[in-house]
Protein backbone atom coordinates (compact mmCIF):
# COMPACT_ATOMS: atom_id res chain seq x y z
CA UNK A 1 0.00 0.00 0.00
CA UNK A 2 0.75 3.97 -0.63
CA UNK A 3 1.66 5.75 2.17
CA UNK A 4 1.06 9.35 1.51
CA UNK A 5 2.01 12.29 4.25
CA UNK A 6 2.42 16.48 3.73
CA UNK A 7 5.74 16.95 3.63
CA UNK A 8 5.68 20.22 5.75
CA UNK A 9 4.12 18.36 8.46
CA UNK A 10 6.68 15.93 7.99
CA UNK A 11 9.73 18.46 8.37
CA UNK A 12 7.57 20.46 11.24
CA UNK A 13 7.01 16.97 13.51
CA UNK A 14 10.85 16.01 13.17
CA UNK A 15 11.79 18.98 14.91
CA UNK A 16 8.92 19.91 17.01
CA UNK A 17 8.29 15.93 18.37
CA UNK A 18 11.54 14.28 17.41
CA UNK A 19 10.03 11.42 14.63
CA UNK A 20 8.74 11.63 11.20
CA UNK A 21 6.18 9.76 9.25
CA UNK A 22 9.21 7.16 7.68
CA UNK A 23 9.57 5.83 11.27
CA UNK A 24 5.86 5.29 11.22
CA UNK A 25 5.84 3.74 7.72
CA UNK A 26 8.69 1.41 8.81
CA UNK A 27 7.32 0.56 11.45
CA UNK A 28 3.50 -0.78 10.27
CA UNK A 29 5.80 -2.43 6.95
CA UNK A 30 7.81 -4.18 9.89
CA UNK A 31 4.47 -5.25 11.21
CA UNK A 32 5.28 -3.58 14.40
CA UNK A 33 1.55 -1.03 15.09
CA UNK A 34 -1.90 -1.83 16.03
CA UNK A 35 -4.42 -0.19 14.95
CA UNK A 36 -7.63 1.82 17.03
CA UNK A 37 -10.85 3.15 15.33
CA UNK A 38 -11.65 6.76 15.94
CA UNK A 39 -15.12 7.15 17.94
CA UNK A 40 -15.31 11.05 16.90
CA UNK A 41 -17.94 12.20 14.49
CA UNK A 42 -15.45 15.29 13.46
CA UNK A 43 -13.06 12.50 12.12
CA UNK A 44 -15.78 10.14 9.83
CA UNK A 45 -13.62 7.21 8.41
CA UNK A 46 -10.48 7.54 10.12
CA UNK A 47 -8.26 5.77 12.31
CA UNK A 48 -5.18 5.66 14.37
CA UNK A 49 -1.91 3.53 13.83
CA UNK A 50 -0.28 3.26 17.53
CA UNK A 51 3.51 2.27 17.29
CA UNK A 52 6.63 1.70 19.25
CA UNK A 53 9.08 4.19 18.50
CA UNK A 54 12.41 5.80 20.12
CA UNK A 55 11.19 4.07 23.48
CA UNK A 56 7.97 5.71 23.52
CA UNK A 57 4.47 4.65 22.70
CA UNK A 58 3.07 7.11 19.16
CA UNK A 59 -0.56 7.69 18.16
CA UNK A 60 -0.86 8.14 14.27
CA UNK A 61 -3.81 8.99 12.63
CA UNK A 62 -4.96 7.98 9.03
CA UNK A 63 -7.25 7.35 6.46
CA UNK A 64 -7.32 4.40 4.05
CA UNK A 65 -8.45 4.93 0.39
CA UNK A 66 -8.72 2.29 -2.61
CA UNK A 67 -4.68 3.16 -3.17
CA UNK A 68 -3.23 4.60 -0.24
CA UNK A 69 -3.14 5.57 3.29
CA UNK A 70 -2.67 8.84 3.98
CA UNK A 71 -1.28 9.69 7.51
CA UNK A 72 -2.31 12.94 9.06
CA UNK A 73 0.30 13.30 12.29
CA UNK A 74 2.36 11.49 15.01
CA UNK A 75 1.70 12.43 18.84
CA UNK A 76 3.05 10.44 22.02
CA UNK A 77 0.71 8.69 24.35
CA UNK A 78 0.66 10.28 27.56
Not at 26 to 47: D, M, R, T, W
Not at 60 to 66: G, S, T
Amino acid sequence: MLFTYNLGKNIKLKIERGIGFETVVEQIENGNYQVAKIKSSKHLGQCCYIIKAKKKVWIVPFKEYKSKIHLFTIFKRD
